[in-house]
């Protein structure tokens, strides 16, 4: 195992401890950490360090890292959260950490809560603003805004996807996606809105990324390539 | 979204605490986060240049 872009192990290693409160290094928290705490706690996670932490702590590693809740991330960790922090053990006498006191994560966990209500709350609403996207200088924005909507809005019937798409200037958009067309309107900032009926009337408030769209568009791309 | 369904989202701070971290989740590239206190919303993912890094994904894509 090798890590030559990241320092060496035993670096990484206090990196680690130092993420943890152990305090066995010298080295400072910084910016770089957030690169080395990502690197780290995948390896971990891959060398198997879940089996060995409690069902608790698990349950808060799955919902925090790879379940989707925007919504109500917060409300489902907090019960967690609240039961890690009566929770401690006691380490071997061969240990440089007595104890391990689970609560004084709590804090932070509150935070890393927020920051992925944040993230996912971004990847469900986002409006994508059609001038944002001819003022960057692509020629060609508006054929491929049409067909990615075009091709996207097959998806949305399967997939349940809805998609939001503000168009100021160009109406042509519209005669793409004439059958997917639920509502339009004028939103808040004045930018006209056309919203795409997609499958389920549950989902109508989620709105995905470009990249979600860029990557449904490539899948289905894919999927007629074949 | 309105401001106070967010704050409602996030039960364990304060909008004042919620919006600290923003700023700090921005700062660090994790978000895209715009808060409009005169019309009371938060927008998501509107800044130019990550449209346009997108947008140079989409090209990439459609013309392998």
Redesign the interface.
Known sequence: MTLDIYGSISKSWAYLSEILFFSLSVYRISEPILFYWLVLVNMQVAKGLLTYVSQEVKDLYNLVENEFHPIDLAAKVQPHMLRLSKLSDKLSSASPVPEVQLEQYVPALEKLTTLRVLQQVVLSYVVIYYHSMTSVGQNNAHILLSSSIDVSGGLCFKNGVNLLFCINQCPKVFLFVLNFVLSTGILSDGYSYVCLKCYSFRTLSFFFPLTEIVAMVYRCLKCIRR | ?KISN?TN?????DFSV?EK??VD?VK?N????KVDHL?G?V????Q?SI??A??G???S??TP
């Open positions: 979204m967010l989202m996030i039960g364990f701070f919620v971290l923003t989740a660090y994790f978000v895209q986060v019309k919303v927008s998501f993912g509107s130019v449209w346009a997108r947008f994904l989409l090209i894509m459609l």
